[in-house]
């Protein structure tokens, strides 16, 4: 028909503002005190997050919790695949350095979706969405290489391949959140209490002792708040309303925000490599927005 329909452009922008609130978690941990570990932080998000998330359904309507009816494996499958993020995106970065993993982890992701949408709900993607991600892919390997300061990239065969289970684990969250057919906030509580469980023992085996320091309280504040407890609900309400696919590209919106809070608060700057890859990012996320077929 001739326009947008409510829901997609309700899950086209809910996916845009997870995306744009989770660009801000690299700045925030650049604040954390020493010792504050990306994988230890990684762990400590989603357990929090979990417990918070868990503590606003039970308050807001908690019989839709134990109203039966869950898709247990779908529970499962969104609970194992983001904490199989963290561990696999933060090991891979450590090992093959934030250039080579960051490109192969978030870059990945959106054509891994794509597939997972195509083989588990038979979603067929649009010529405009493989114009769009492919332009939004080649802005983000841009902007990362442009971010390197020229440096040589490190690179690790076993690193590399850590970042793709990263992408994959990612892609696989979103295929469970969209089996489990329950409203999203009970959805996301449900998942995250699990997950941060499955997180438990990466927390507990790390030093957590920056978290009892004002700023790293503060830092784990904001880290639970807003890059886990509000871009993952609105995440979950994108991933009920428009394709797998379509999702994950427009979730390229996260490495924009970084590197404009990188550039404002952090005293960062691109070389021209990096400010084209900006600008192309750009161009297949909004070609994509603004499509009214996709979604």
């Known amino acids: 028909m001739g326009g947008f329909s409510k829901n997609a452009m309700k899950g086209t922008l809910c996916v845009l503002g997870a995306g744009m609130c989770w660009g801000t978690t690299g700045t925030i941990q ?50 194992a ?34 597939i997972c949408g195509r083989l588990f709900f038979g979603e067929r993607l649009s010529a405009r969405w493989y114009a769009a991600t492919v332009l939004a892919v080649a802005g983000c390997v841009m ?12 690179v690790s065969a076993f ?15 979103g295929v469970g959140l969209r089996m489990i057919e329950k409203g999203p906030y009970e959805t996301i509580a449900v998942v995250s209490i ?28 904001l880290l639970t708040f807003l890059s886990t407890v509000i871009p993952y609900t609105l995440f979950t309400i994108g991933v009920q309303s428009i394709k797998l696919g379509v999702v994950y590209t427009l979730g390229l919106a996260e490495p924009l925000t970084a590197w404009f809070l990188s550039t404002v608060l952090l005293g960062e700057r691109l070389s021209p490599l990096g400010m084209t890859g900006v600008a192309v990012l750009f161009a297949g996320i909004l070609l994509l927005a603004l499509s009214k077929k996709d979604g």
Request: aromatic share 10%; with cysteine; proline share 4%.
């Open 194 to 221: 699990v997950s941060g469980l499955m997180a438990l023992p990466w927390l507990l085996a790390g030093d957590v002792s920056w978290m009892f320091e004002p700023r790293g309280a503060a830092c784990m504040a």
């Open 159 to 173: 690193g590399v391949f850590l970042a793709f289970c990263a992408a994959l684990s990612y892609a696989l969250e």
């Open 143 to 154: 902007l990362v290489l442009g971010g390197n300061g020229g440096g040589a990239l490190k």
């Open 81 to 114: 695949g983001l904490a199989a993020y963290q561990l696999t995106f933060f090991t891979a970065v450590r090992m093959t350095g934030v250039a080579v993993g960051t490109m192969v982890a978030i870059g990945a992701a959106p054509p891994v979706a794509g």
């Open 30 to 79: 650049a604040f954390a005190p020493e010792g504050a570990s990306s994988l230890t932080v990684g762990a400590a998000r989603v357990f929090f997050s979990g417990i918070v998330l868990m503590a606003f359904m039970l308050a807001k309507d908690g019989r839709k919790l134990f109203s039966g009816g869950w898709n247990v494996r779908g529970v499962l499958l969104a609970a």
